[in-house]
Every structure is written in C-alpha cells, then in structure tokens.
C-alpha cells in the first residue's frame, strides 16, 4: 500500500493561491492520485484526479512530478467557503487492485478574511 | 438525482453488541465502498462491493463485514462491538470499480456510531 503523508493543517488568505501537497514515496506504476474535500458533517467531495504531470479542472491543478513521489494540489484565488479538510488518495486505478486504497490523514485547511 | 444514502445516521451501542449500517447508492453506480473515520486515524478503507462480489478489501479485523444486494444497495456489519469502533462509518458510491476509470467517489454523509 502506498502510505501518504500531509500536512495536518494550513492557513491562509482569501484570494491566495494554495497549494496543499501529499506525499507518497512508495506509490505503485498504477496507482492513480485523487484529491477529495470535506466539510464537518459532510462526506468527502471529490476535487480532482491526476496520475502524471499537471490536470487542471475549474476547481483546482493538480501537479505531479516525474518521480510520482508527491503532488500538490492548487486552489487559485481561494476564499472562505474552502476552509475544509482535504484528503489525498492514492490507489490502483486498473481494475486489478486488491489491497485496497490509502487516504492521507487529511490537512485542514483554514481561510481567513 | 438523489445521493447516496446512509441509514441510521446516528446509533449508539455496548460493547459486545453487533451493528448493521445500511447505504442505498445513487441510482446506475453498481460499486459500493465503505470508509471508517476516525479523529486519529482518519479516512480508512474498509472494502468495496462490486455487482455483489467484494473486489478490494482494507487491512480491518474480520468482525468488520459486508454484502451488496442485486439492487447495488449495501450493507456492512461489525460485530463483538469494540470501544475502538466508535467512528463515522461513510458509504461512497461509483459507476464503475473505485479503482477503474469511472471510479470517482460520491459519499453519502455517513452512520456515526458510538460504543459505549
């Protein structure tokens, strides 16, 4: 199983860009990342999905480097409505995974005014 | 379109008792997958259950179960309750695998379990 490490929590300003990265050094050749975003007494939502080089969506980029060994994910311009926990997932995306999927333990992200 | 669905949300148990949590998935996603959160641990994969068969399982105790009806909807039992099994227990459902191309998770916002 690929082990993910975040950091536990994040602050910043309304209209920065953030950028939250995951660490994941023994990821496998088909393993896929995917970020995902909770709110108290919510479910996670899903953000986005990259397995190489950057993905962009009209949330979020997310960059992931050669080696695959971390990815960080980027809200542009963020505001208050983002203060949320966000959670890195790394798994085997091929249909043939068997050992299941790894969550990072989540960073808590904190906007303020 | 509606959600997921979990059901209960919230219960409370003993020690020793066994529970069973229910999730009706959003309608044509034929993958189930249940998650354990927990303030220490935080977002555990338990299993997924794909056209009625467990395909992918996380590293939980056998008293930690499930099954999928022919109707995709699915529920999952933990028995010999524990202390430690005190959690928000989310159900998430898919088109396809969690692990294939249309596996993009939608959740449902979970049972919240206490063992007292």
Same mark, same amino acid.
């Given at each position: 199983?690929?082990?993910?490490?975040?950091?536990?929590?994040?602050?910043?300003?309304?209209?920065?860009? @953030?950028?939250? +990265?995951?660490?994941?050094?023994?990821?496998?050749?088909?393993?896929?990342?995917?970020?995902?975003?909770?709110?108290?007494?919510?479910?996670? *939502?899903?953000?986005? &999905?990259?397995?190489?080089?950057? @993905? +962009?969506?009209?949330?979020?980029?997310?960059?992931?480097?050669?080696? *695959?060994?971390?990815?960080?994910?980027?809200?542009? *311009?963020?505001?208050?409505?983002? +203060?949320? @926990?966000?959670?890195?997932?790394?798994?085997?995306?091929?249909?043939?995974?068997?050992?299941?999927?790894?969550?990072?333990?989540?960073?808590?992200?904190?906007? &303020?005014? | $379109? /509606?959600?997921?669905?979990?059901?209960?949300?919230?219960?409370? $148990?003993?020690?020793?008792?066994?529970?069973?949590?229910?999730?009706?998935?959003?309608?044509?996603?034929?993958?189930?997958?249940?998650?354990?959160?927990?303030?220490?641990?935080?977002?555990?994969?338990?299993?997924?259950?794909?056209?009625?068969?467990?395909? #992918? $399982?996380?590293?939980?105790?056998?008293?930690?179960?499930?099954?999928?009806?022919? #109707?995709?909807?699915?529920?999952? #039992?933990?028995?010999?309750?524990?202390?430690?099994?005190? /959690?928000?227990?989310?159900? /998430?459902?898919?088109?396809?695998?969690?692990?294939? $191309?249309?596996?993009?998770?939608?959740?449902?916002?979970?049972?919240?379990?206490?063992?007292?």
């Amino acid at each position: 199983l690929a082990k993910t490490t975040q950091p536990i929590s994040m602050d910043s300003y309304e209209g920065q860009e @953030v950028n939250i +990265t995951c660490s994941h050094n023994n990821i496998a050749t088909n393993d896929y990342i995917t970020w995902y975003q909770q709110f108290p007494s919510q479910g996670p *939502r899903f953000i986005i &999905q990259g397995y190489k080089t950057k @993905v +962009t969506n009209e949330v979020a980029s997310l960059f992931i480097p050669a080696d *695959r060994k971390s990815s960080t994910l980027s809200l542009p *311009r963020v505001s208050l409505s983002d +203060t949320a @926990v966000y959670y890195c997932l790394v798994g085997d995306m091929t249909g043939g995974g068997a050992d299941g999927l790894t969550f990072g333990k989540g960073t808590h992200l904190i906007i &303020q005014p | $379109k /509606a959600g997921v669905t979990q059901t209960p949300r919230y219960l409370i $148990k003993t020690r020793g008792q066994q529970v069973t949590l229910s999730c009706s998935p959003i309608s044509g996603h034929r993958s189930v997958s249940w998650y354990q959160q927990t303030p220490g641990q935080g977002l555990q994969f338990l299993f997924e259950y794909f056209s009625e068969t467990q395909r #992918n $399982k996380g590293n939980f105790p056998g008293r930690f179960s499930g099954r999928q009806f022919s #109707n995709s909807r699915s529920e999952m #039992n933990v028995s010999t309750l524990e202390l430690g099994d005190s /959690a928000l227990y989310l159900c /998430a459902s898919s088109l396809g695998l969690v692990t294939g $191309k249309d596996g993009e998770l939608f959740f449902g916002e979970g049972s919240r379990l206490t063992v007292l």
